[in-house]
């Protein structure tokens, strides 16, 4: 399904998570989301089906509001993983079956609407660097996401490089992931100080492959920042996403509202 679409100012941006699925509507203007966001846990397993069946559940909670884009404009959805031309190429934190799965048409099925499909970090990249820490700025900027994964976003002047995984560096012997994401702190009981000598092990690496002008982290932890920011000693400017936990429902209806031709 493809149709032509009426130009719009709200977008509902869907963000997938390894713990829950979130949305909200989005005013494309200032990259907000309007009013309360709604949540459901992801199920368990997170196969295909249940997936989608939670994520049309969020998307008809949203769409009973009165601010919500009319019932057939498209649908920005995150998903953990890499997403090629709207296929799954990895499920790192979900089911496995979702390798190769074309999510793209799995939920435009399940939803009866347009969709666009993308990898969650790289939406939060792409927010911030539309309305967030990374606006205006030039050269690299590295969105890196500490969750129940480590996702990152490659954007170089404004534009996204998409699907770079730099959660999966191999460091010291281990997937980076499994040693520095916010999980990773949680599993192995790590005090702020200690989880903040992993992430200086683990920035510092990504700092010597790609020397950016800027490091933005994202994720549920990017509020905890003053807990392990002071400790790390870098020579590229970090600094929190300002748009918080927002930032991957935010770029995912960036991402559909460009693509479908809704916005410029
Ligand atoms: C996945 C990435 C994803 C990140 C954050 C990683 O395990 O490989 O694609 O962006 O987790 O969810």
Redesign the pocket.
């Known amino acids: 399904m493809s149709k032509k679409h009426s130009p719009a100012t709200t977008v509902i941006g869907i963000d997938i998570?390894?713990t829950g699925i979130k949305g909200g509507i989005v005013d494309l203007e200032t990259g907000t989301v309007l009013g309360e966001r709604f949540r459901i846990p992801t199920p368990t397993p997170s196969t295909p089906q249940a997936v989608a069946k939670v994520v049309k559940a969020v998307v008809d909670e949203l769409s009973t509001r009165s601010n919500a884009p009319s019932d057939d404009a498209p649908v920005g959805i995150t998903f953990?993983?890499?997403i090629s031309h709207g296929v799954a190429r990895?499920a790192?934190?979900v089911d496995e079956s979702w390798i190769d799965a074309d999510v793209d048409e799995i939920f435009t099925k399940e939803i009866g609407r347009d969709v666009q499909v993308m990898?969650?970090?790289?939406a939060a990249g792409l927010a911030e660097a539309r309305y967030g820490a990374g606006q205006g700025v030039k050269g690299t900027v590295l969105v890196i996401?500490l969750?129940?994964?480590?996702?990152?976003a490659f954007i170089y002047d404004g534009k996204l490089v998409p699907n770079v995984?730099l959660?999966?560096l191999e460091l010291d012997g281990f997937d980076a992931?499994t040693k520095a994401s916010a999980s990773a702190r949680e599993r192995d009981e790590l005090s702020w100080d200690e989880y903040a000598v992993r992430l200086q092990r683990y920035f510092s690496h990504v700092e010597f492959l790609f020397s950016p002008e800027l490091f933005i982290i994202g994720g549920g932890i990017s509020k905890r920042s003053e807990d392990y920011l002071p400790q790390l000693k870098l020579r590229t400017k970090i600094i929190t996403a300002e748009l918080k936990n927002n930032a991957g429902i935010v770029g995912g209806a960036l991402q559909a509202a460009v693509h479908f031709k809704l916005t410029k």
């Open positions: 998570g390894g953990p993983a890499i990895s790192a934190n990898n969650d970090a790289d996401t969750g129940t994964g480590i996702g990152s995984e959660g999966h992931e």
